[in-house]
């Protein structure tokens, strides 16, 4: 795991540096658990992952801040399974990632198959972790291709299966898309049992939502699709 980069309760700072072309089952470009890691102007782009975090995966306990005109894009998952996905980002357990300034997470895909449920997330995916976006940042141009007809696939932009997605003043979620079976193409919420955690919850306090596209709608009962 951490095609580019494995931090493991370390400290890791990147400036102006770039994290590309690399490929692991999870996290391509970055894996993080117990970590703290800071990228400011600089890209983590062209990555892939099998199962979860085609760019970066975080989890037990880390935190990672992106800010100034930083840039994560291009980066796929192949083939997200149950409670996976996350082309640019996944965010695990007890851990907070922030993005903000006019950093932008764009352009990243998941391709979900042989799934029973909670994959997706082409951008950002939170699996019992925190989530912020404030300033100018943005999620945009993610998709999530779903193969498979499930329930609570989705989020082209952003999926939360369980954690916090907080949005605040100026950030915006844009022209996400999610393909054939899968529900909200900005953003899916939806409440399950992973990584100790039971709720899901989206805090949407200023910003917009605009220009995302579910292809089709498929949600049998359930609710919180943007």
């Known amino acids: 795991d951490g095609g580019g980069v494995f931090d493991n309760a370390g400290e890791f700072t990147m400036t102006n540096s770039t994290i590309s072309e ?46 100034g005109n930083s840039i994560i894009t291009g980066n796929k998952v192949t083939d997200g399974g149950h409670g996976s996905g996350g082309g640019g980002v996944i965010v695990g357990s007890q851990s907070t990632f922030t993005i903000k300034d006019t950093s932008k997470i764009t352009n990243n895909i998941v391709t979900v198959s042989n799934a029973d449920a909670a994959s997706g997330g082409g951008g950002v995916y939170v699996s019992g972790g925190t989530f912020i976006m404030s300033d100018n940042s943005e999620i945009t141009e993610n998709e999530v291709d779903v193969n498979t007809e499930a329930d609570s696939h989705g989020g082209g932009g952003v999926f939360v299966y369980n954690g916090t997605f907080h949005m605040e003043t100026n950030s915006k979620i844009a022209k996400n898309v999610v393909n054939r079976y899968g529900t909200g193409g900005g953003i899916s919420v939806v409440s399950g049992t992973i990584q100790g955690t039971t709720e899901a919850n989206f805090l949407m306090e200023g910003g917009i939502i605009t220009e995302n596209e579910a292809k089709k709608e498929y949600l049998r009962g359930y609710r919180g699709h943007v």
Not at 26 to 44: H, K, L
């Open 22 to 67: 690399n490929e692991a089952k999870m996290g391509g470009g970055i894996y993080a658990v117990i970590s703290e890691v800071v990228m400011q102007d600089s890209s983590i782009s062209e990555n892939e992952a099998k199962n979860s975090g085609g760019g970066v995966l975080i989890g037990n306990t880390s935190e990672f801040e992106i800010s």
